[in-house]
């Protein structure tokens, strides 16, 4: 069982930068795939970025693609979304999810196991 917890949302300028981070439980947090995704009001939930155990495979959704990092610190058993140049359309709820299958690239929601509560991030114009 693994628990996620994410924090680092809040509002932000068009323009500007957030961090966000999703601390887990367990003693396995190093051998998921972690990813990160998203929802907007009336959407459906989005991927983002996926890393694998190492991170040495990183894969991001087109429209995140050179504004948005992806990263893991396996000794503090947290991941990170680094997010530059935000825009308004980036305006959701981002949540952390992990998968228990790492070898696959897996890009949809209904592919992971655990999810955090998620965490507000807004852009304003």
């Known amino acids: 069982q693994v628990q996620l917890v994410e924090s680092g949302g809040g509002l932000v300028q068009a323009g500007g930068s957030l961090r966000l981070s999703c601390a887990a439980s367990g003693r396995t947090f190093s051998t998921y795939a972690m990813a990160w995704f998203r929802q907007a009001p009336g959407k459906e939930r989005e991927f983002v970025a996926r890393i694998n155990w190492s991170g040495g495979r990183i894969y991001y959704a087109d429209p995140v693609k050179g504004r948005f990092t992806i990263s893991r610190d396996n000794a503090k058993n947290t991941v990170y979304l680094q997010m530059n140049s935000l825009k308004p359309e980036d305006t959701a709820v981002y949540y952390c999810?992990?998968?228990?299958?790492?070898?696959?690239?897996?890009?949809?929601?209904?592919?992971?196991?655990?999810w955090g509560q998620g965490t507000q991030v807004t852009v304003s114009s």
């Open positions: 999810a992990a998968d228990k299958r790492p070898l696959r690239l897996a890009t949809t929601a209904g592919q992971y196991d655990y």
